[in-house]
Nanobody, 116 residues
Framework: QVQLVESGGGLVQPGGSLRLSCAASRIIFSINAMGWYRQAPGKERELVAQISSGGSTIYADSVKGRFTISGDNAANTVYLRMNSLKPEDTAVYFC??????????WGQGTQVTVSS
């Protein structure tokens, strides 16, 4: 059973930075895209950023210019660099690997709290 393991979450003050990492427990083939989602209390899970196997990226409007996604498809790792964090960025962040078949793997989530 493949597991995605996230790390790098924590408590940070507004304006601070964090870097999230996600790695697969074993090699996964035929990845179409890797992404980060987040879910705040009482809200639906939303896409934060995604990087395709070809390197194309998309971002939620709320994080453009502040967050940067990067990844290594062959190594099955994906990162999210988060700068200028705001209290509204507080959420549980999940990584996702989507295969070309449409099937997706999810991490267990890592808490990011932005508070003074």
């Amino acid at each position: 059973q493949v597991q995605l393991v996230e790390s790098g979450g924590g408590l940070v003050q507004p304006g601070g930075s964090l870097r999230l990492s996600c790695a697969a427990s074993r090699i996964i083939f035929s990845i179409n895209a890797m992404g980060w989602y987040r879910q705040a209390p009482g809200k639906e899970r939303e896409l934060v950023a995604q990087i395709s196997s070809g390197g194309s990226t998309i971002y939620a409007d709320s994080v453009k210019g502040r967050f940067t996604i990067s990844g290594d498809n062959a190594a099955n790792t994906v990162y999210l660099r988060m700068n200028s964090l705001k209290p509204e960025d507080t959420a549980v962040y999940f990584c996702n690997f989507r295969l070309r078949t449409g099937y997706g793997y999810w991490g267990q989530g890592t808490q990011v709290t932005v508070s003074s």
